[in-house]
């Protein structure tokens, strides 16, 4: 017997998958969100105490499920005195309060520092994750294996469906920017590699050293001794000489590898990065003398992540596109965020991101504490966005964003009735402003140097 | 700043005018946005060349002798507080839809602060911040051991100030150090308040609209930040100084214009804490007291002023501090409950409460993280700032190891008892403290006291000299 999560999950590699419309699928849903309810309200201690708090027993409606979802910053919540002290029993029982599943028998003897506590928990099959954030707290997402073999078959999907390129492993990938060295990521890598890069041809790796949640969390530590008043100058110095030499090597991995994909020109290329990597590697190709017309004109693109608040031209896009060659054909674009375990891919005729049967999109208020009034038979609604990820196993589904989204129910003009997102996605952090003034402040306002 | 949206028509607006030097500007050309509570309300464009007085201008109040600028302040105070003023009652109206904290509690802090416009302490503020008021007033002659003589003016600035959001109550402040100093004074005021300094002035100008203090007052709203403004405005020709409150991005906007000729006198953002001595915990009475005493801290202005007690460091074993966290709690809720604040906490906050009320074994909590009053228990400081009507009671062993948690932000430190602020006061004020006082008297302090590390008046004022030679005067 087939649950009703099984049937939306069966639709990852159907051709058709977002053309079914949220009024269609929506009973099987309610349906799903139910099953996974009651099969983890009592595994997941923060789910427990939401629910318990609402007075929530059962999921009837995507109403009831709206103050069981997580805000983004459920998983940044553990006290930073346990990274700062190196706590990691401690740390490891804040995971247990977000995880579905027990954390046992993980070796907590001798941790080095906070990437071997990762890897000792990896060896029992919990895969932490972080958030890219350089300051504040890392966000630290727990997954299963069953999340990273979803996140295998999704990402070559998403991609194909949003580029139009077949798995066929035939391409030279070259990767513009650094990966933050997290099992989730390091999973949708070999999975693309094995799909579309080609055996003997290997693969660029951008030239810099991995980020791992240990370099992340180095920042934050020091922010947080510099605030305490602790950071001795001799220390700010050697990590402001540190800072710069690895802005050296940041700098360095650009032209080295717009000479790599330069000296690759004849092959068929697969590039990928953020937008800001794949912009500065682009500016140093043209630099040198090469573009468009240099390149193979069925060359695609892998775009990771927004804009990520970095500053570029207007015409950052198109800069890119005709450095490389790519087609407007192939231009992928993505939307997904660390929380999710799975990709939303854009459509080139309606320019709308898409949202597959096993996500249930919802669009809540600013303050994200209730739905935005909607009708699953048509329209726009502007919102706060929240997913329902289905495909989840490791860690709750539900998520609450920071982004600002317009959400349509109906149907998209590339023809599919699925629910779509429109191209204007913003952060409500970015939106804010800051005109904030006040006599009472904390001493985040006294740090600089670290940001 | 004209590119905000309009928006749709019929939708009923608050409009926030400007005032500039006795005249009031009403209009509706930009739409803005509160900070707090998103709401939009309607300002006209700022006039630039009326905000800004040309420097061929002496300030209309540098030959009103400060006697007479206290008697008009103190005459506004007492129109401030007259039943029948209509501005402030309209101005509270307005505040109610764009300010965080509930009506009632404004109101009074507006009200109280009014009290500051009393003869004998704005006296008393002169003669702190000066160590001769008289050079206000006129050139005091000096003469040094060689015999060289000159003249020394506590000149007239030129000053904007960037009105804090939080507070009410520093606008009545502001406007009466500014005219104490006989400044030209443009207020910046924020989007939480955009009504108040205008009420006071026009206030003001009701009494007389040709007074030299009203010409040197205006007042005005923009996005704080906005560089079509900031940019025009904050320069050396225009301005002496800016005295700015709040830090972060508030201030680091303001930096970029700092230079030769335009200082910065900041008030910074400042955190304040308790310190309990086991002497609190000595019985049921004396933990009563305590826990009244550090509630009413917290409690400043709903935990939104910069004196509010945010940390309580208290000495003794974990089953008293706990006996006494339950009673504080109750002190916290029961102010909370006649203040009839009832905003919820924030999502980002609840989730930090929410992830140290799973860690149960290492955090004692009381109450809900439901913005009614919350009192969590740990060995450390906790990550977040505790905020709407919430202490972190720090167990400590002795009181000597919670000084290491006092730093350049803290503000004030309330001792119980308070025989013990002596022993102390030292290494907190090598940490970066700038007041202790009596538990339970964190708002109060005495009548011309330095505030921020500093006496403000003799910040603003531009000293000038007139040297006179060897044998001249």
Known sequence: MSTAIEKLMSYVDAPDRFDHSAAELRPLQIEALNERFQDRKDNIKLLRHRADEAGVTEITSVEDMVPLLFPHTAYKSYPESFLMQEKWDRLTKWLGTVSPYPIEDVDMEDIADIDDWISRLAAKGHYISCSSGTTGKSAMLIAGQKDMDWSKLDTVQVFAWGSGVEPQANRYMVGCAPVAAVPKNQTIGEAQKTAFSKPEWGRWN??????????????????????????????????????????????????????????????????????????????????????????????????????KRAQLPDDYNEFVHQTFNINPERDFQNYSMQELNSGMPKCREGNRYHVPPWIVPMILNKDGDALEPYDLNGGEIEGRAAFFDLSLDGRWGGVISGDKISLDYSPCACGNKGPSIRDNIARYADLEGDDKIGCAGTIDAYVRGVA | MNAHSETAVGEPIVSAPFFLRGELIEGTDVIQKSRDLGVTFATPNIPFDKAVPPRSEVPPLLNVPTAEIIDFLVETGQRLVAPDNEYVHECFDRMASTHILPRSVFENVG?????????????????????????????????????????????????????????????????????????????????????????????????????????????????????????????????????????????????????????????????????????????????????????SDLMMLNQEACAASRFQFVE????????????????????????????????????????????????????????????????????????????????????????????????????????????????????????????????????GNPWDGMYPLHRFVHWMVNENGIDGG
């Not at chain 2, 405005?233 to 030769?260: E, H, M």
């Open chain 2, 111 to 295: 009200k109280h602060a009014v009290a500051y416009l009393d003869k004998r302490i704005l006296q008393a503020e002169l003669e702190q911040n000066f160590p001769d008021p008289k050079a206000l007033d006129g050139w005091i002659p000096k003469q040094d051991f060689n015999g060289r003589k000159s003249f020394v003016r506590a000149y007239a600035p030129r000053l904007i100030h960037v009105l804090p959001g939080n507070s009410p109550g520093v606008a009545v402040k502001s406007i009466a150090q500014g005219a104490l100093v006989k400044a030209f004074n443009l207020f910046k005021m924020s989007s939480a308040d955009p009504f108040y300094t205008v009420a006071i002035l026009r206030t003001m100008a009701e009494i007389d609209p040709e007074h030299p203090i009203v010409k040197s007052m205006s007042a005005v709203y923009w996005r704080g930040g906005d560089a079509a403004v900031e940019s025009v405005l904050y320069r050396p020709q225009y301005f002496d100084k800016i005295v700015a409150w709040g830090g972060g991005d508030a201030i680091n906007n303001v930096v970029k214009y700092i230079g030769p000729g335009f200082q910065l006198v900041s008030f910074d953002p400042k955190t304040s804490i308790s310190m309990l001595g086991r002497e609190a915990l000595e019985s049921e009475e004396s933990m009563d007291i305590a826990a009244n005493a550090a509630a």
């Open chain 1, 206 to 307: 951008y030239p810099v050293p991995p980020i791992t949640v240990g370099s992340l969390t180095k920042m934050v530590v020091m922010r947080k001794k510099m605030a305490d008043g602790v950071a001795l100058p001799q220390e700010i110095a050697d990590f402001e000489a540190t800072s710069a030499e690895r802005q050296q090597v940041i700098d360095d991995a650009i032209t080295l590898t717009a000479d790599n994909i330069i000296a690759n020109r004849d092959k068929l290329l697969m590039v990928s990065g953020m937008w800001s990597g794949l912009y500065a590697v682009a500016k140093a190709v043209r630099d040198k003398g090469y573009s468009a017309k240099d390149f193979n004109p069925d060359n695609c693109i892998y775009v990771g992540g927004g804009l």
């Open chain 2, 316 to 447: 003794g074993p974990q089953d008293k501090v706990d006996r006494f966290c339950e009673k504080f709690q109750r002190c916290i809720a029961d102010r909370a409950e006649a203040s009839g604040d009832v905003r919820p906490l924030s999502s980002d906050l609840k989730e930090e409460v929410e992830a140290l009320m799973m860690m149960d074994d290492e955090y004692g909590t009381w109450g809900r993280a439901d913005g009614k009053g919350l009192v969590i228990r740990s060995e450390e400081p906790v990550d977040f700032h505790p905020i709407n009507k919430i202490g972190n009671v720090v167990r400590v062993d002795s009181l000597d190891d919670a000084v290491k948690w006092v730093n350049v932000a803290t503000q004030t430190i309330g001792f119980y008892p308070s025989a013990r602020m002596a022993d102390y006061r030292d290494r907190l004020g090598a940490g970066g403290a700038q007041r202790v006082c009596p538990l339970g008297e964190a708002g109060a302090s005495t009548v």
